[in-house]
Structure formats: structure tokens, C-alpha cells
């Protein structure tokens, strides 16, 4: 089964970068499509960001589009979100999964601890 760990989060000021890791172990991580999520502090989770398998694909929620880019390094078991131009808004906890999810969390959870990211005005 395919487990994750997102890291690189941090505070910034607005108009900073963050990139973003999730290291990923399970032989079958290259078949996978992937996702970043994000949750602000009372609110539902999003996606942000999908990539496909081979990482020939990509999709972003309108917000970010043209300010983030998600990759993959198959060899490596890791997906990235660059953010840039980051704004208050931007503001959540990141998560990373399969998509759609699967469990990936500890005791069959879908979702792990994920990584904080803070934008300062």
C-alpha cells in the first residue's frame, strides 16, 4: 500500500515561495495519479492540484492557476507543489494522496498530518 509524508511547509510573507514535498513509499507509486489538498482552519478540504501517473498531465483549481505547479519524480517516489506569489489566502494545511484517495493515513485514515503553510500580510 501506498503511504505518504508531505513536508517543506513554513511561514512566509505574501508574495514568497514554498515548495512542497511528498515522499511516498509502495512499489506501485508510478501507477498512481496524485493530488495536493488543502484545509484552512474551519473549513472543508480542497484539491488544489492533481498529476497524472506519468506526470504528462496536470490540473489546478482555478485559484492557483498560473502561481503553483505540480510535478512528480517517479524515480524518487516524491510529488512537489511550487507555490509562488503566495497571498494570505493560500493559508491551510497541506495534504497529499492518491487520486482519488485511498487510505494512506495511519490506521486506515485517507489523510496523514499534511504540512502547515502560513502566509503573513
Known amino acids: 500500500q501506498v503511504q505518504v509524508a508531505e513536508s517543506g511547509g513554513g511561514l512566509v510573507q505574501a508574495g514568497g515561495s514554498l515548495r512542497l514535498s511528498c515522499a511516498a513509499s509502495g512499489r506501485t507509486f508510478s501507477d498512481y495519479d496524485m493530488a495536493w489538498f488543502r484545509r484552512a482552519p474551519g473549513k472543508e478540504r480542497d484539491l488544489v492540484a492533481t498529476?497524472?501517473?506519468?506526470?504528462?498531465?496536470?490540473w489546478y483549481v482555478e485559484s492557483v492557476k498560473g502561481r503553483f505547479t505540480i510535478s512528480r519524480d517517479n524515480a524518487k517516489n516524491t510529488v512537489y507543489l511550487q507555490m509562488n506569489s503566495l497571498s494570505p489566502e493560500d493559508t491551510a494545511v497541506y495534504y497529499c494522496?492518491?487520486?482519488?484517495?485511498?487510505?494512506?493515513?495511519?490506521?486506515?485514515?485517507?489523510w496523514g498530518q499534511g504540512t502547515q503553510v502560513t502566509v503573513s500580510s
Open positions: 498529476i497524472s501517473a506519468s506526470g504528462g498531465s496536470a
Open positions: 494522496n492518491t487520486d482519488p484517495p485511498l487510505p494512506i493515513g495511519e490506521k486506515g485514515d485517507y
